[in-house]
Each structure stands twice: as C-alpha cells, then as structure tokens.
C-alpha cells in the first residue's frame, strides 16, 4: 500500500529554513551515499533555489515530511518550451514502491509541465545510477545522444547518459 505523499513548491514563508533543509537531504546523499565529494558551496543553485528554479517555466518542488524534506525535484527553463529535469532525490528512508516519492515528484513535474504548455523534459545522468535509468525509461523518458539535446541544456559534468521526455 502507497502512502500519501504531499508534494509542494518550495514554500515561500520561510524559504531560507526550507531552503537549508532540501540542501542538507540533496548533500548528504551526494556525500554520504554516493560519495561524491561535492559541497553545499560548489551548487549555486541550492544557495537560491527560487532565484535559479522558479522562473520563467521553471519550478522547484519538495517533499515535506513534518518538518523535514524527504524528496525534491526541479524543473530548469532552457527556453523554447522546454525544460531540465533536475534535483530529484529523495530520503533514503522514503525510496521505493511503499511511498512512492519517486514517482509523486516526477509526475508533479511532468504534469505541471504539460498544463505550462511545455514541449518536452530533458535530464542528464550518470551511467552508475542503473535504477536511475529505469525509473526514467518506465516512465516515458527515451534515451538519446548528447547530440540530440537543445544547445541550451547544461550539461554538468557527471552526466554521460541523457533522456528525454516529448510532452506533445
């Protein structure tokens, strides 16, 4: 049985506690799951998520959970009615088909982009993150090569491995 998850835009009363609270969950399991030496400083967009989400056909959802965050996901305005997919994790704690964070997080933002109008997702990932990729492909994302993205979406540097999702 899948519990009832909320999911929300980032809050804006008290964006900086909020704020602080989706960068401690994302860092820790960067760090500590994945080890992956990257720091709170190194990612500008956690320093000001709604400057660097929340505009045009952006947006930036998470999780809450009492008071803790246990899941995000991000959607990044690359122009031409198309977005990145970015900043979807969730709490170790809350993976998997019994709460179905995952999913509620990615299907807010497929939806929300469809209702925006948008024309399709893209995301860029790392080639260890198998269940990554399955998740993605079961829920619609088709691979493609690094040549098929629109010259507008940031490439970071761990990713090797990009989707799309057509929304039209």
């Known amino acids: 049985m899948e519990h009832q998850v909320t999911i929300i835009p980032l809050p804006e009363e008290q964006t900086a506690l909020w704020q602080a609270r989706v960068a401690d969950m994302?860092?820790?399991i960067q760090q500590e799951e994945y080890q992956i030496p990257i720091t709170r400083e190194q990612q500008p967009d956690l320093q000001d998520i709604a400057g660097f989400y929340q505009q045009g056909n952006g947006n930036f959802w998470i999780a809450p959970m009492e008071d803790q965050v246990i899941g995000t996901v991000a959607l990044l305005d690359i122009g031409e009615q198309q977005v990145a997919l970015r900043k979807i994790f969730v709490h170790e704690s809350y993976r998997g088909k019994t709460w179905g964070v995952s999913h509620a997080l990615l299907q807010q933002a497929i939806d929300w982009a469809k209702e925006q109008g948008l024309h399709a997702i893209y995301l860029g990932t790392t080639p260890q993150f198998k269940a990554a990729h399955?998740?993605?492909?079961?829920?619609?994302f088709?691979?493609?090569?690094?040549?098929e993205l629109p010259s507008t979406f940031p490439i970071l540097e761990v990713d090797k491995k990009f989707y799309r999702l057509l929304l039209r």
């Open 26 to 28: 994302i860092v820790h």
């Open 134 to 140: 399955r998740f993605y492909e079961k829920n619609g």
């Open 142 to 147: 088709i691979e493609i090569s690094e040549e």
